[in-house]
């Protein structure tokens, strides 16, 4: 083959490869179909409007549109997943937004480090770095369940309530479940978790007016996080998708 022939058939490969990849970077929830099977192997992604909503506005908050947001949702639809592991690996890669930060807290640093992980294992898998490997790197230096970056200086940390450290600050500050459905009945817990959202998190922030924290968690009390922000008007966009539809 003359390094002419070479050179079409290169050209062609990556329109080709363009055309694959540009429906999973106009679309969270193409996206979050298309890595599913890295995650949940042996269980079929269900589409529904539910997921939707919660696609479009993680979507809004990425193209700056929406700076606080906070999802009500009942348990068993694909929160975390998508809140936690798919749209930070579709920032990334598919928006080209490698440089992004996330700071992530849950009630439990267990399960913060355990999305970190899936979102891990997203990234590098074949079929993620296939159409967006050369936007960046996962850096050899900081690759932990708790913390991994990229060579494009983004990085992602599981933490909980209350356990971030001083120096941490995030483009995305992602709170999924806050509260603990075992610990809602004491007020001390739920003051100490309330005084973290509003005094704590806000400072946690790359920009105040740029960057973007988003809460997502089910209805467990009049005042837990949810409560707190809608109460004391926050500035949230509030995203409820009830158990039953009314």
């Known amino acids: 083959m003359s390094g002419n022939q070479e050179a079409i058939r290169r050209a062609f490969l990556r329109i080709a490869k363009l055309k694959e990849s540009e429906p999973y970077e106009q679309n969270l929830m193409k996206f979050a179909e298309y890595v599913w099977p890295v995650?949940?192997?042996?269980i079929p992604f269900i589409k529904g409007w539910a997921i939707e909503a919660i696609c479009e506005h993680l979507e809004a908050v990425?193209?700056?549109?929406?700076?606080?947001?906070?999802?009500?949702?009942?348990?068993?639809?694909?929160?975390?997943?998508?809140?936690?592991?798919?749209?930070?690996?579709?920032?990334?890669?598919?928006?080209?937004?490698?440089?992004?930060?996330?700071?992530?807290?849950?009630?439990?640093?267990?399960?913060t480090e355990r999305d970190n992980m899936r979102c891990r294992n997203v990234v590098m898998s074949d079929r993620y770095r296939r159409l967006w490997g050369d936007r960046f790197k996962i850096s050899n230096e900081q690759f932990t369940k708790v913390k991994f970056a990229n060579d494009k200086t983004g990085w992602k940390l599981a933490t909980s309530v209350g356990g971030i450290g001083v120096g941490e600050r995030g483009d995305r500050f992602i709170i999924d479940d806050a509260n603990n459905t075992m610990d809602m009945e004491s007020e001390a817990i739920r003051d100490n978790t309330n005084m973290w959202f509003t005094e704590v998190v806000p400072d946690r922030l790359?920009?105040?007016?740029?960057?973007?924290?988003?809460?997502?968690?089910?209805?467990?009390?009049?005042?837990?996080?949810?409560?707190?922000?809608?109460?004391?008007?926050?500035?949230?966009?509030?995203?409820?998708i009830p158990m039953e539809h009314d």
């Open 39 to 42: 995650c949940e192997p042996s």
């Open 62 to 111: 990425t193209n700056g549109h929406i700076k606080r947001l906070l999802i009500n949702v009942p348990p068993g639809f694909t929160k975390s997943l998508m809140t936690d592991v798919f749209w930070p690996a579709w920032e990334w890669g598919p928006r080209n937004m490698p440089s992004n930060r996330y700071v992530c807290a849950s009630y439990s640093n267990h399960l």
């Open 206 to 240: 790359n920009s105040p007016v740029n960057s973007a924290i988003v809460v997502i968690q089910q209805r467990l009390h009049e005042d837990d996080v949810s409560g707190v922000a809608l109460s004391r008007n926050m500035g949230y966009t509030h995203l409820m």
